[in-house]
């Protein structure tokens, strides 16, 4: 392997990590988790080594800076995008339009922002008092978020809340008495177009298309199944993509969601289309059937292959042949490990070979397996999600370096997990494929627009 790409890959997998750890503390998507499963793109694209054993993982990792959490919580509630992380600026000015933001942390109670902010215990009683829209506050959260604007004296003269993403608690006191009104703040979506060109990973590429990284791991995501992101990639490989940008009060507020896509992967082109059946949002094939598969391809974000699927592997351990009935993804210690498919973890222990494991049985008589973790997140008998961390990259049990061995067995086979045909879900039919098909058809001329104009462009 080249040194630039173990570089890349360093780089990527602690990127991975970091997200990984920095979004745990924020939520728990299972499908986010997945996400950066794939965002390991940049080492696919040096040839992998898969017998490299002796390869320290232990060495100086390159740290990608990524926005703490107190700006991404200002600039996805606070539409103007200004980042007023020092309260005092905003006291010290008397402009009506200035407000003192305040962010709710841990177990602080809107008593406690009111004493903070040196507003009565009266003010707060007039307004708790007010009606149904203000008992929302007997329930903040932490990284909920205020703002307030002060009369001269110091005392509240509104005080504004984000109920949710479009609207607004407004309180506003003339001094005796307070009321309050709910705000709609005017959401725009527009749709946007762009394309690229791989080079050296797709992240690179996403970037010179003007994504972010969000809409760089949606795309991923989108073929992630059929496209093995940190293995199948190859410079030269192209997306178009057709995605959302929302607006807010003027200002970009997020990304949304993608439209269609188109990825030309080694000349294989795949693509998908967006359509809503009932109340969900899928993506489906232009032939109706969905994107999604029942498993994922690799279970976690791995740097590079150390061992792969082989009946007559010699053991380094061992010193002598044993099938390696896996795939062993080294990663550093503490990656998350992801259930590869809903199912219900059969067993969950350490044992003096196998080190701390996990095995879930999924429907249509698949097991997976998951050797060697540093620690275990589930219990046995418990139900897991596809994406839901099950446990941590480590070495124990009978492991040279922290690696994941994971196995898939269908019908009692073991089968390579990288080439293994995954069953797909339900494909569209009837009312619901020609829906599609009518819906697709826009898009798709898009999609292929995108395309011929790319060729053109291109030297
Ligand atoms: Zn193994």
């Known amino acids: 392997m080249s040194t630039h790409g173990v570089k890349i890959t360093r780089v990527f997998s602690s990127l991975a990590g970091r997200i990984l750890h920095y979004r745990g503390q924020l939520t728990r998507t299972r499908l986010y988790l997945f996400t950066v499963t794939l965002i390991v793109f940049g080492l696919a694209l040096g040839g992998l080594d898969s017998h490299t054993e002796d390869e320290t993982i232990t060495g100086k990792v390159m740290l990608l800076s990524l926005p703490n959490r107190h700006d991404s919580g200002l600039s996805r509630i606070d539409g103007s995008l200004e980042t007023t992380g020092d309260n005092s600026v905003a006291s010290i000015s008397a402009e009506f339009d200035q407000w003192d933001r305040v962010t709710v942390t841990a177990g602080q109670s809107l008593d406690a922002i009111f004493r903070q902010q040196g507003f009565s215990a009266a003010s707060l009683q007039q307004v708790m008092a007010l009606n149904k829209e203000t008992s929302q506050l007997r329930k903040i959260r932490p990284g909920d978020q205020f703002a307030f604007q002060r009369y001269t004296d110091g005392s509240l003269r509104r005080m504004r809340y984000a109920l949710d993403e479009t609207h607004y608690l407004l309180i506003e006191h003339n001094g005796r008495q307070a009321y309050a009104s709910i705000e709609t703040r005017e959401i725009f979506t527009e749709a946007r177009e762009t394309s690229g060109t791989i080079t050296s990973s797709l992240f690179l590429a996403g970037k010179q298309a003007g ?193 994941l061995h994971y196995e898939f067995i269908l019908n009692g086979v073991h089968r390579n997990p990288r080439t293994v045909d995954l069953p797909a879900a339900e494909p569209l039919d009837g009312t619901r494929l020609s829906d599609f098909h009518q819906a697709a058809a826009p898009v798709l001329t898009r999609l292929s627009h995108l395309e011929a104009a790319s060729m053109y462009a291109s030297p």
């Open 211 to 403: 994504l972010s990284d969000n809409m760089v791991m949606k795309l991923a995501n989108l073929f992630g199944w059929d496209i093995d992101f940190v293995l199948d990639i190859r410079a030269g490989d192209r997306f178009f993509l057709i995605y959302e940008k929302i607006y807010r009060d003027g200002n970009f507020l997020r990304d949304g969601e993608i439209i269609g896509a188109t990825f030309i992967n080694r000349d294989e082109k795949f693509q998908a289309v967006r359509f809503h059946t009932g109340d969900m949002t899928q993506y489906f094939a232009p032939n109706g059937h969905t994107m999604h598969k029942s498993f994922l391809r690799a279970p976690l974000s791995f740097s590079y292959i150390s061992s792969n699927f082989n009946p007559k592997r010699f053991h380094p351990i061992l010193k002598r042949v044993k099938a390696h009935k896996g795939i062993d993804y080294r990663a550093p210690r503490g990656t998350p490990v992801l259930a590869a498919g809903e199912g219900r973890v059969i067993r969950s222990a350490y044992s003096k070979n196998n080190g701390h494991h996990v095995i879930i049985q999924h429907a249509n008589n698949v097991v997976t397996k998951y050797l060697h973790f540093t620690n275990r997140k589930v219990k046995q008998g418990q139900r897991v999600e596809q994406g839901e961390v099950i446990g941590y990259v480590g070495s124990t049990g009978l492991a040279e370096a922290p690696h």
